[in-house]
Each structure stands twice: as C-alpha cells, then as structure tokens.
C-alpha cells in the first residue's frame, strides 16, 4: 500500500513564494513517475508537473519558469519550489504517482491548500 502525503500549503501574499512537500510512505518500489495536480473552486482539475523516476521534469505553461518539480529518492519526497505566485495560484494542490511502467496517476495524496492574496 502506497500513501502520499503532502504539506507546505498556507496562506502567501502574490509574489511571495512556497515549498510543497509530498512524503511516500508504504511500498516505495511501486512508485514511478510522480506529479503535481491543482484545482481552483469551479474549475477543471489541472497539472502543474511531473518527474519521472529518472529526474525529467515537465511543467504546465501557467507555472513555467515560476516552478520547479524535484524528487529526493533517499527521503522518498517530492518537492514543488513556486516562486512569484500570483492570485490565479489559488488551488488545491495534489500530489500523485504512477506505478512503475505505467501511463496513468493511481496514487493521490489528500491535497494542500495553496491559496495567494493580492
């Protein structure tokens, strides 16, 4: 059984910044690739990044250049940097995993509020 859980959410002032963490607990091996989803009230949930159990990295052009996905195989985290947050950042923020080899998100932490003032 495989957990994530994440932390680092709170309240930021646009253009301040926060680390999200998302911890792995259970059976570490069956994780892959691992991400960032976000949803805003009344909206379409979104992806923010992904790594790749090798360390390639993708980004939504909304958080392009402001973000940067990193993994720390050795803690079993998943780290998202946001820089330069604006209002429009304002989400739930969840984390999530693949199974090796596979192509869609099995494994879903609870989510962390993320919400920007301005």
């Known amino acids: 059984q495989v957990q994530l859980v994440e932390s680092g959410g709170g309240l930021v002032q646009a253009g301040g910044s926060l680390r999200l963490s998302c911890a792995v607990s259970?059976?570490?091996?069956?994780?892959?690739?691992m991400g960032w989803f976000r949803q805003a009230p009344g909206k379409q949930r979104e992806l923010v990044a992904t790594i790749s159990s090798g360390g390639t990295t993708m980004y939504a052009d909304s958080v392009k250049d402001r973000c940067t996905i990193s993994r720390d195989n050795t803690k079993n985290t998943v780290y998202l940097q946001m820089n330069s947050l604006k209002p429009e950042d304002t989400a739930v923020y969840s984390c999530t995993a693949q199974r090796p080899l596979g192509t869609t998100w099995f494994y879903w932490g609870q989510g962390t509020q993320v919400t920007v003032s301005s």
């Open positions: 259970g059976s570490i091996f069956s994780i892959g690739a």
